[in-house]
């Protein structure tokens, strides 16, 4: 791919961006941990902020492997966007559900969203242009599984819509990455 960076990230590595990006989901794990010292509305147990490290810490590798990779601010951003939400889709699920409670069995078809993202970015081999249509590809499933639910719980289904704004996003900005690659080469 055009563009790479060839050592140390392009100045990534050692970047303030990085330490905040690694930071930052170590310190929103302690927002929980502070708030139940001084409320009963925030009870979390061990299983919960396991959970939610796993997500964070998971988001937080996936852009980082995808900002070292390239100098394009694009890309990034565009990875940015799609790990978002990815991110969204997952936590939403967990805490409320998207359609109708956590527990209904219809929002495990929102995965799919997830699943279509990266399988198509892995066939793409995370070039521009194929994620490109990766991200186009999970916005259509996002959209399709939404709109099917609006009959479900339209409050839950118009707010997943907008997830799928995300998608499409991220979608510009990878073609958007493509023509500065191209422009670049």
Same mark, same amino acid.
């Given at each position: 791919m055009?563009?790479?960076?060839?050592?140390?990230?392009?100045?990534?590595?050692?970047?303030?961006w990085?330490?905040?990006?690694?930071?930052?989901?170590?310190? &929103?794990?302690?927002?929980?941990?502070?708030?139940?010292?001084?409320?009963?509305?925030?009870?979390?147990? *061990?299983?919960?902020?396991?959970?939610?490290?796993?997500?964070l810490?998971?988001?937080?590798?996936?852009?980082?492997?995808? +900002?070292?990779?390239?100098?394009?601010?694009?890309?990034?951003?565009?990875?940015?966007? +799609?790990?978002?939400?990815?991110?969204?889709?997952?936590?939403?699920?967990?805490?409320?559900?998207?359609?109708?409670?956590?527990?209904?069995?219809?929002?495990?078809?929102?995965?799919?969203?997830?699943?279509?993202?990266l399988?198509?970015?892995?066939?793409?081999?995370? %070039?521009?242009? *194929?994620?490109?249509?990766?991200? &186009? +590809?999970?916005?259509?499933?996002?959209?399709?599984?939404?709109?099917?639910? &609006?009959?479900?719980?339209?409050?839950?289904?118009?707010?997943?819509?907008? &997830?799928a704004?995300?998608?499409?996003?991220?979608?510009?900005?990878?073609? %958007?990455?493509?023509?500065?690659?191209?422009?670049?080469g």
């Amino acid at each position: 791919m055009a563009g790479l960076a060839r050592t140390n990230g392009g100045g990534w590595r050692g970047s303030p961006w990085r330490i905040a990006l690694w930071g930052v989901p170590a310190l &929103l794990l302690l927002v929980p941990a502070v708030a139940m010292r001084f409320t009963d509305e925030v009870k979390w147990d *061990g299983a919960d902020f396991a959970a939610m490290a796993i997500l964070l810490f998971t988001a937080a590798g996936a852009f980082d492997l995808a +900002a070292r990779a390239t100098l394009s601010w694009a890309y990034r951003a565009a990875a940015a966007v +799609a790990v978002t939400a990815s991110f969204l889709i997952v936590w939403i699920n967990l805490a409320v559900g998207m359609i109708g409670p956590e527990d209904d069995p219809y929002n495990l078809l929102f995965g799919g969203a997830i699943a279509v993202a990266l399988i198509g970015a892995m066939l793409a081999r995370f %070039r521009p242009a *194929g994620m490109a249509r990766a991200m &186009l +590809a999970a916005g259509a499933w996002q959209a399709a599984v939404a709109a099917a639910g &609006l009959t479900a719980d339209w409050r839950g289904g118009v707010s997943t819509l907008v &997830l799928a704004g995300l998608w499409l996003v991220a979608a510009g900005l990878f073609l %958007r990455a493509g023509r500065q690659e191209a422009g670049a080469g």
